[in-house]
C-alpha cells in the first residue's frame, strides 16, 4: 500500500490517480476528507490529518509500503512567517516517518534544493530534504522538479486585456517548465519501483525562455502576445501593494533573481531519467487557452 500525502494537491492527486488506474491499494492523506472523495470512489483509503500534526501523521503512515511527503508547494500569502511553517511541516513529516516505521519515501523537493539560501522557498525545501535524509533506516528519493507549467496560469487575465505577460524573468533564462501532474506521476513510479538515485531532477520536454513562452502561446492564439520584463525591485513592490506579507513577498522575489543571476537552475544533465512527456504546447492548449474565453481580435 502506498501513502500519498497532501493527496488533494496537484502532485499528490496525480500520483494517487496513476496508482489507482494501475491497481495498486493506496492511502490518500488530506487535512480534509471531502477534498479526497472522489480519490475514495476510485478505490483510495482516505485519512484526514494535518501536516502538522505529527501523532496523525504517523498513524497515516503506519503500514505502507511506501510514502509520498509533500510539503506545501504554494505560497500561504498573508502567513507572517512562512519559512517557519514549512519547518514546522517538515518536522512533523519527518517525525511521522520515523515513528511510523514506513521503510521508503519519495519526496518533494525543487530545481534548487541543494542551495541553503537565496533560492525563496526552496530554501525550506532545502532543509525538508535534511530532515528526511536524517531519519535512520528509512531509504528516501528526493524529486527535484523545475518550473512548474501552472504558474503560467496567473496570466490569463493579464494576456485576456492586455495580449501581454509581465515578469521579473529576464527573457532569455531557460526555464525547465514541467508540468504538475507529469511529477505526480513520476513520484508514483518511483514509489512502485524504488531503484532511482537519492536526488533526481524533473526537467519536462525541453527548457524555455519567457520569449518562446509568449511566441508559442501567440501562435496557438493567432494574435501576438508581448512579454514585457519588469526589475525585480518592482515586482516585489507590486507583491506588497496587492497585500502579500513582507516575508513571502521577499521570498517570492528573491526567486527571480536567482533565477536571472543563474544561482537557481538545474544541475544534473538532461536525460531520459530526467525528462517528462508533457509540452509547452500541449499545456497551454489544455489548461491556458480555455482561461481566455472567446478573445476579441486586435
Known sequence: MYAITGASGRTGRSAALHLLER????????RSAERLADLADRGAEVREADQTDPDRMTAAL???????????????????????????VSASLAQAVADSGVPRVVGLSSWGGAHATGVGPVA???????RLRAVPAVRVHLLRPGYFMENLLGFADQVRAERRISAPFDPDVPLPLITTGDVGVAAAEELVKGDGPPVRELHGPRDVPMSEVVAVLGALL????????IEVAEFHTRLLAAGIAGNV?????EVPAAMNSRHLRTEQP???ETTTPTSLEEFLRAEFL??????PAT
Open 23 to 30: 491497481g495498486h491499494a493506496v492511502r490518500v492523506i488530506g
Open 62 to 88: 503506519r503500514g505502507a509500503t511506501a510514502a509520498y511527503a509533500v510539503v506545501q508547494p504554494n505560497y500561504l500569502p498573508e502567513h507572517p512567517d512562512f519559512g517557519a511553517f514549512q519547518d514546522a
Open 124 to 130: 525550506g525545501l532545502h532543509r525538508f530534504e535534511e
Open 222 to 229: 493567432g494574435q501576438p502576445v508581448a512579454y514585457e520584463r
Open 249 to 253: 513577498a521577499a521570498m517570492m522575489a
Open 270 to 272: 538532461r536525460s531520459a
Open 290 to 295: 480555455p482561461l481566455l474565453g472567446a478573445m
